[in-house]
């Protein structure tokens, strides 16, 4: 990792603390600087304002949600199986104290100003790699879903009801067995809507 990159790791990391703590009104580009221990004319050359920072931890939050995502599908799978899998994309997002931590700081930021939820939003690929699966395992005669779309939405909720929004207005972090028994249920759930 170069030095730039170092050092705009350490902005990012001393500023989703001082949002966490101080919520975006309340942030200080100044004290961002010294949690981060670099100078403030290296926070502004990285990011030229309190609101380009803000959308670069978005970015980061989004790219951990796109990463995961970064499987092929595979035919030959059975569908039960694939669902699980692409349940366990989500789930070990949410089993991360980090990410946990992250998404609870966004959520907070991005309720109070819809610019940066639509900003968020527009980030995110999750939505459409879960259709896309859904639709090609209608395709293939595996799930009957007139609506891939709704459906990967419906998958998705099944799991976030219960391991994302209950944990993330607690300040908790599921346990591995807690989310694959919500994995596991979401999918015969699932299953028992859409499959063939």
């Given at each position: 990792m170069s030095?730039?990159?170092?050092?705009?790791?350490?902005?990012?990391?001393?500023?989703?603390?001082?949002?966490?703590?101080?919520?975006?009104?309340?942030?200080?580009?100044?004290?961002?600087?010294?949690?981060?221990?670099?100078?403030k004319?290296?926070?502004?050359?990285?990011?030229?304002?309190?609101?380009?920072?803000?959308?670069?931890?978005?970015?980061?939050?989004?790219?951990?949600?796109?990463?995961?995502?970064?499987?092929?599908?595979?035919?030959?799978?059975?569908i039960?199986?694939t669902?699980?899998?692409?349940?366990?994309?989500?789930?070990?997002?949410?089993?991360?104290?980090?990410?946990m931590s992250?998404?609870?700081?966004?959520?907070?930021?991005?309720?109070?100003?819809?610019?940066l939820?639509?900003?968020?939003?527009?980030?995110?690929?999750?939505?459409s790699?879960?259709?896309?699966?859904?639709?090609?395992?209608?395709?293939?005669?595996?799930?009957?879903?007139?609506?891939?779309?709704?459906?990967?939405?419906q998958?998705l909720?099944?799991i976030?009801?219960?391991?994302?929004?209950?944990?993330?207005?607690?300040?908790?972090?599921?346990?591995?067995?807690?989310?694959?028994?919500?994995?596991?249920?979401?999918?015969?759930?699932?299953?028992?809507?859409?499959?063939?």
């Amino acid at each position: 990792m170069s030095v730039s990159d170092q050092k705009k790791k350490q902005i990012i990391e001393a500023a989703i603390a001082e949002f966490q703590e101080k919520g975006f009104a309340g942030a200080s580009m100044d004290r961002i600087s010294e949690r981060a221990q670099v100078s403030k004319r290296t926070v502004y050359n990285h990011f030229e304002s309190k609101e380009v920072l803000f959308k670069g931890i978005n970015q980061c939050l989004a790219d951990q949600i796109n990463t995961a995502l970064e499987f092929p599908y595979d035919p030959d799978l059975p569908i039960r199986d694939t669902l699980v899998r692409l349940g366990w994309a989500e789930g070990e997002l949410m089993i991360s104290p980090c990410f946990m931590s992250l998404a609870r700081m966004i959520m907070s930021e991005t309720i109070r100003d819809p610019e940066l939820a639509a900003d968020m939003n527009a980030r995110m690929t999750k939505l459409s790699v879960f259709a896309e699966y859904i639709q090609r395992a209608t395709g293939e005669g595996k799930l009957s879903a007139d609506d891939p779309g709704v459906a990967a939405e419906q998958f998705l909720g099944l799991i976030k009801s219960r391991a994302f929004y209950p944990n993330i207005y607690a300040s908790r972090v599921p346990e591995r067995d807690e989310m694959e028994k919500i994995i596991e249920e979401s999918v015969d759930l699932f299953l028992a809507k859409y499959g063939t």
